[in-house]
Structures are given as C-alpha cells and as structure tokens.
C-alpha cells in the first residue's frame, strides 16, 4: 500500500511537470528531480504546503510566479477538494495536454468524473480551456470577467521584446564598448586587459490597435476590446483606435481601472459602432493624422478586422502600403479565419493580403494570445 502511495506520488509530480512545461512554465529534468524530492519531502496531506514547495522549485521569476497558481490548482483540483482527503479523479486539459489531475493519481483507481457537455457549468481546468477555445460568436456577456481574468498573466509576455538598443553586460557575445574597455584600463597602466562589451536590451515594444467595430464583426468586437484593455494594462507603449465609418482613438478610455468603466466610455464615442465599413477611409485619416506620431520602425501595427469593405480596395491598399513602410510589422488578425471553409476573397482582404507581414485568426482567446510569437 505505501509503495502504491509513492508510486502514485511520482506519477502525479511527474505528470505535473509535464503539464506546466505544456502551458508555459520552464520544467526540465533537473527542474522535475527537484519537484520530486520535495513532494516526497513535504507529502500530500497539505496541498497549500505542497503548493509552496513546487512553486519554489519550479519559478524564477515573477512571471512565472504569477502563472504557477493557475496551472496548480487546474492540475491538483485544489479548489475543489475537500477536508475528507482526495476528491477523485478527473480530465485535465490545458493548451492541449489532457490527463487525469494530479489527486485522481494518487488515488487509484476509483469513481471517475468525465466532463459533462460544453454548454454546462465547468470548473479547474475545462473552464479555462473552454475559454480559450470558445469561438466569440458563440461566447455569453457572462464570459467576459472570467476571460480578461485568465489572459492577464498570459498578456504580460506579450508586453516586451528584446530590442537593438545596447546596454553594458559581461557577455563575451556582444559589441565591444570602447568607453568601459578604456575606463577599465586604467587600473592596468592602460592596457586592455579586460574588455567591456554591450548587449541586447529589453524595451517595451511600441503597439498600435486599430480595431473594426462595423456591423459585420458585431458578434466579436466587444471580446477584441476587452483584449485590447487587457493588453493596454501590460504595455507600456499602445496607443489603440476603433473604426467603422470614422476613425477614433479609445487610448485613453482604455486607462480605466475597471473593465465596465472603460466600456461605458467607449459606448460614447462617436466611431459608429456597428455601421458600415470604410477600413479604406479610416486608414487614410489615420495616415494623415496620426501616422507621423504613432508609427514608426520599432512599431508594430496590428489590424483586428474581417476584411469587410464598402469602399474602394485601392484606397485600401494604398494605405496599407503606406503603414507598412514606417512600421516594423504589420499584422491583420481576422477573426473569421477561425471558421473551417473561410476564405479571404473578398475585395476588402484581397487588396490587402500583399501588404500584410502576419495574417492570422482571431476567433477565440487562445488566438489572441498567439499574438506573443508574431512580436518577436
């Protein structure tokens, strides 16, 4: 019976490494010999102790730290257990990876609890999956908290890049900085006996969110703004715009400390919400007005758009022209590129395919957090 426990144990440490590793958290060998030491160290009659040990040997950084609660209670089902012990086993799937959670490994085998249908109440690690995979169109207003909660610490590694600016480091790998190697020298009867040497810098990236809210993308611009504010939380340079007829900067409005504070002020703006459709028109007053200060080579532009267009695709097309010449990347997310048999052949996404550096989907969460690689 107790080899049975121990085994159950090294399974479950096991497996849960595995399944950090899958959502994000760095667990390689070393990493998970660590984990099983402890765990074998601590046990399992507490799991906030449990908790603590694996987060100590598992996070390095506030990051990490900040994601590790989430994965953990997915994995253990640690808000639902109750003071009698175990509460049995059940699916857990995040970011692809699905297994039994962590306390239906250790004990054994017994009742299984199998996920009911999509449309009920889910908790742990279905709930959050469900979020990240639910399509927009089909998502209720009561979806909205819960998924401006679970992107919030995913959104903060979207945040930043590592950009050309030198800064000093010791690293052998960088440009050799001649003030420091001189400075250095001194102390050698100035002979360069130790080098000085610049490095990579992280810099916050320059973002800039031009947002269609026509009547066509309806069913998705309330979801694509509160990505939007939920971004802007973890940037520190955007600057955001919403456009249907007319172009119209929201900046400011997305400075809200509450989610409804800033939707209340965006319902006021004048951007003809769930009008018609000039992306042609809303770009050129953008390049006009606001191209020579928003945009430049460190910028990237990120278009959120289903391509719909009432105007002339070559007014389109040139605007976009001009965009991608000042900014370093432009990236049109469409959220109907989510939809099995969709194709961009309207006149709208046909004019503008030529002048786009990333075309991708932006039909449910997990889509948008796919935003991180293109920002590299």
């Known amino acids: 019976m107790v080899r049975q426990s121990e085994n159950g144990l090294v399974k479950a440490v096991v497996e849960f490494c595995h399944f950090v590793r899958e959502n994000g958290l760095g667990s390689g060998i070393k990493q998970t010999i660590n984990c099983l030491e402890v765990a074998s ?114 959104l903060r590694r979207m945040s930043r890049r590592v950009s050309r600016r030198l800064r000093t480091t010791t690293r052998s790998s960088g440009v050799v900085d001649l003030r420091r190697t001189i400075r250095r020298s001194i102390c050698h009867g100035g002979d360069a006996m130790e080098l000085g040497y610049k490095g990579r810098k992280l810099q916050p990236s320059k973002l800039v969110i031009l947002l269609d809210v026509s009547g066509s993308m309806s069913a998705y611009s309330l979801y694509l703004l509160t990505f939007v504010y939920a971004l802007e939380k973890h940037s520190r340079e955007l600057e955001a715009f919403v456009f249907s007829t007319d172009l119209v900067e929201i900046t400011k409005a997305l400075r809200a400390k509450r989610l409804s504070d800033a939707l209340k002020a965006l319902s006021e703006t004048t951007a003809g919400w769930s009008g018609g459709t000039r992306i042609g028109d809303s770009l050129r007053s953008f390049n006009r007005l606001r191209a020579r200060k928003s945009l430049s080579p460190g910028t990237f532009l990120v278009i959120l758009s289903d391509g719909w267009d009432t105007g002339e695709p070559k007014l389109l097309a040139a605007e976009l022209g001009r965009m991608k010449q000042r900014v370093s990347k432009l990236i049109w997310l469409n959220p109907l590129l989510g939809l099995d048999h969709y194709e961009p052949i309207t006149r709208g996404m046909r004019a503008a395919r030529p002048h786009i550096d990333v075309f991708a989907p932006a039909h449910n969460l997990q889509s948008l957090l796919d935003l991180e690689r293109y920002l590299r």
């Open 41 to 154: 160290s601590v046990g399992v009659e507490d799991l906030e102790t449990l908790k603590f040990a694996l987060k100590a040997a598992l996070c390095s950084s506030k990051e990490e730290w900040d994601l590790f609660d989430e994965l953990f209670d997915s994995f253990w089902g640690a808000k639902s257990v109750t003071h009698s012990g175990i509460s049995g086993r059940k699916r857990v799937s995040v970011n692809g990876y699905a297994g039994e959670n962590g306390l239906g490994m250790l004990a054994g085998e017994g009742a299984a609890a199998e996920f009911e249908s999509e449309g009920k109440s889910m908790s742990g690690a279905s709930a959050v999956e469900r979020l990240r995979r639910i399509d927009f169109s089909q998502a209720s207003q009561a979806d909205l908290a819960d998924l401006e909660r679970i992107s919030r610490p995913l």
